[in-house]
């Protein structure tokens, strides 16, 4: 986001499949062509001052930044209902006082060649782009390619989507279904840690 942009912060909240995250939806873009960043702990947040600033908070354990919102996961025994106007406030004046979300140098180091794509692998790519990522980003979460190998596509699920109790429901019924039959050289899809 640019500092010289003025732009009225609106945040609304959005529930998501994983009770232990909640989506905060901004009213403008927070990350450039659609790169999503996840931080699974403080050391990991340093790459974003928004991040940090959100595990300051004890009950914090991950925060994921993408497009339009922030998802913030917490520890099972913290209310939404006690902390979620806190972490509201946090977000809207960090973003009123347009600081920066994500540092450049880590936008540049998570950026990847994709020249080397089989044709196999840019199909799946695109698949996940084009039909998958949209709904798991209405959830407060993201998908992202890793591998394919011998017939298994491997992603990486994140934001709400790691964890989440329907997480492997949807991914076998869902994406595997969808990439077995516009892709017949795909037998299974699996999830990994990132």
């Not at 840019?122 to 709904?135: C, N």
């Not at 993201?142 to 329907?166: D, M, N, R, W, Y």
Request: charged share 20%.
């Amino acid at each position: 986001m640019s500092n010289e942009q003025t732009i009225p912060v609106n945040l609304y909240l959005e529930a998501s499949p994983n009770p232990n995250t909640l989506k905060f939806v901004a009213n403008f873009m927070l990350t450039e062509d659609g790169v999503s960043y996840e931080f699974r702990n403080p050391e990991e947040a340093q790459a974003s001052p928004l991040a940090a600033e959100i595990f300051a908070f004890p009950f914090v354990e991950g925060v994921f930044i993408s497009s339009n919102f922030i998802t913030v996961s917490k520890n099972a025994s913290t209310e939404w209902l006690d902390v979620q106007a806190e972490i509201k406030d946090l977000i809207t004046s960090f973003l009123k006082e347009k600081r920066q979300v994500i540092d450049p140098e880590a936008i540049a180091s998570t950026q990847k060649a994709c020249a080397d794509d089989s044709e196999s692998v840019s199909k799946i790519k695109t698949i996940l782009d084009e039909y998958i990522r949209p709904a798991v980003e209405q959830d407060g979460g993201a998908i992202t390619f890793h591998s394919f190998e011998q017939g298994v596509v491997k992603v990486v699920l994140q934001g709400a989507c790691s964890g989440c109790p329907s997480s492997t429901i949807t991914l076998k019924a869902g994406i595997e279904t969808l990439l077995k039959r516009m892709l017949p050289e795909v037998e299974s899809v699996e999830a990994i840690n990132g």
